[in-house]
């Protein structure tokens, strides 16, 4: 199994910037990358933002092109989330979850951590 947790979420107001982090345990050798998530009161679950270790090949939602960062340390188990120019409907529980898969698809993520909640105040 791979553990994972979340570190870095907090009250920001609108136009700031947070940097979240996510630390892996366990049977990592096998992860072929990271991602993150974020889920809204009353919504679902969606994608934000994955790291592919090899080659390390960054994947974005629409949403965040632009403002959001990933980048991580394979050595370290660790990725970690830079959030600028945070918006109101930024808000949400991010988790971070690891995948074996070679698609990177959604379905693929395996192991998820608790998750860490981001709230942007205009």
């Known amino acids: 199994q791979v553990q994972l947790v979340e570190s870095g979420g907090g009250l920001v107001q609108a136009g700031g910037s947070l940097r979240l982090a996510c630390a892996a345990s366990?049977?990592?050798?096998?992860?072929?990358?990271m991602g993150w998530f974020r889920q809204a009161p009353g919504k679902e679950r969606e994608f934000v933002a994955a790291?592919?270790?090899?080659?390390?090949?960054?994947y974005y939602a629409d949403s965040v092109k632009g403002r959001f960062t990933i980048s991580g340390d394979n050595a370290k188990n660790t990725v970690w989330l830079q959030m600028n120019s945070l918006k109101p409907e930024d808000t949400a529980v991010y988790y971070c979850?690891?995948?074996?898969?070679?698609?990177?698809?959604?379905?693929?993520?395996?192991?998820w951590g608790q998750g860490t909640q981001v709230t942007v105040s205009t």
């Open positions: 366990g049977r990592t050798f096998s992860v072929s990358g």
């Open positions: 979850a690891s995948t074996r898969g070679a698609t990177m698809g959604y379905d693929t993520y395996e192991y």
């Open positions: 790291l592919r270790w090899s080659g390390g090949r960054t």
